[in-house]
């Protein structure tokens, strides 16, 4: 079947720390891999995306890279800012539309 | 662009209720929306998915007459809960997919609707 696993939060850093969001997945078949963020009081908006292997999506500073190899797709942030205290999800997309999504996890970024 | 609503944001109501809860796409035109449920601490669990003018699909384990899903137009899907008990009480999330943009089918997603059935 499919599911996405990803690390549980929450996440406290201090502003300019390194950020690292495990998420690793299980398929049938070649999904494309998507990180979204949730910003509070917001809907899920799409933060960036892989559809094969090897591909990196990156976006405002975040990157992930599609490891068929081991089944992961970490999100990393070089930099975090308090602007990026959200919560993030993990997901993944087979076929025309079906979407699994991870738990969540929950990132505060303190001054 | 690709902005979604969902109205209310939060409900409460009496068990054995029905809940209606709105979900449209403001600046386009929504070929599926999608319902997902999510609980405290766990995944987004899609619902159903439907299309416009046709009658929804419900994932397995859904019952569909509890969930009534109306999709009238390309803009404008409705959840209603019937009957609602406590165990229904969760947070419910719609998604649309913009049908000018075929990429990859992308998903926009609305705030949300917190469902409390006391």
């Known amino acids: 079947g499919n599911s996405v696993t990803q690390m549980e939060g929450p996440v406290t850093l201090s502003e300019e720390a390194f950020l690292t969001i495990n998420c690793t997945y299980t398929?049938?078949?070649?999904?494309?891999l998507f990180w979204y963020v949730q910003y509070p009081g917001e809907g899920l908006q799409l933060l960036l995306k892989?559809?094969?292997?090897?591909d990196k999506g990156s976006n405002k500073g975040f990157e992930a890279t599609y490891r068929k190899e081991t089944t992961s797709f970490h999100l990393e942030k070089g930099s975090v800012q308090v602007s990026d205290s959200a919560v993030y999800f993990c997901a993944l997309q087979t076929g025309a539309n079906n979407l699994f999504f991870g738990t969540g996890t929950r990132l505060t970024v303190i001054p | 662009g690709a902005v979604v609503s969902q109205h209310p944001s939060w409900v409460i109501c009496k068990s054995g209720t029905s809940v209606k809860i709105e979900c449209r796409s403001l600046d386009f035109q929504a070929t599926t929306m999608f319902w997902y449920r999510q609980f405290p601490k766990q995944s987004l669990m899609l619902m159903a998915t439907s299309n416009e003018g046709s009658k929804a699909t419900y994932e397995q384990g859904v019952e569909k007459d509890k969930f009534l899903i109306n999709h009238a137009s390309l803009t404008l899907s409705t959840l209603t809960v019937t009957s609602a008990h406590p165990e229904d009480s969760s947070f419910y999330i719609c998604s649309a997919n913009d049908r000018d943009r075929h990429s990859y089918n992308e998903q926009f997603f609305g705030p949300g609707t917190r469902l409390t059935v006391l």
């Open positions: 398929a049938t078949g070649y999904p494309s």
């Open positions: 892989a559809t094969k292997a090897d």
